[in-house]
Nanobody, 124 residues
Framework: QAQFVESGGGSVQAGQSLKLSCSASDFIFNAYAIAWFRQAPGKEREAVSCISSDGGKPLYADSVKGRFTTSTNDAKHTAYLQMDNLEPEDTALYYC?????????????????WGQGTQVTVSS
């Protein structure tokens, strides 16, 4: 189970951008699926995006499609979530998660490696 460390969160105004990073020092980016999830207080954890090494297109939740972009830098063992045109509804604790089966899933259950989360707060 890899150790993930998220960074890049912060407090911004609506319309601004943030880029989250997810570093996994013990995780070799070979066969993988890496997803971003978020959870707001009082709400269930929800999937945001997923990217995998199978060569398929990344998956995005409808609520963020066109605004968020996920990517990886395998050499740096790091995944990213570029968040543009942020909205107050995006306010949540954002987690990255990984699994070894290189097919994307937007369900949390298959993911066994999780970070601590980084807070994103968007004000109007």
């Amino acid at each position: 189970q890899a150790q993930f460390v998220e960074s890049g969160g912060g407090s911004v105004q609506a319309g601004q951008s943030l880029k989250l990073s997810c570093s996994a020092s013990d995780f070799i980016f070979n066969a993988y699926a890496i997803a971003w999830f978020r959870q707001a207080p009082g709400k269930e954890r929800e999937a945001v995006s997923c990217i995998s090494s199978d060569g398929g297109k990344p998956l995005y939740a409808d609520s963020v499609k066109g605004r968020f972009t996920t990517s990886t830098n395998d050499a740096k063992h790091t995944a990213y979530l570029q968040m543009d045109n942020l909205e107050p509804e995006d306010t949540a604790l954002y987690y990255c998660a990984a699994k070894g089966y290189p097919v994307c899933s937007l369900s949390a259950a298959p993911y066994k490696s999780w970070g601590q989360g980084t807070q994103v707060t968007v004000s109007s």
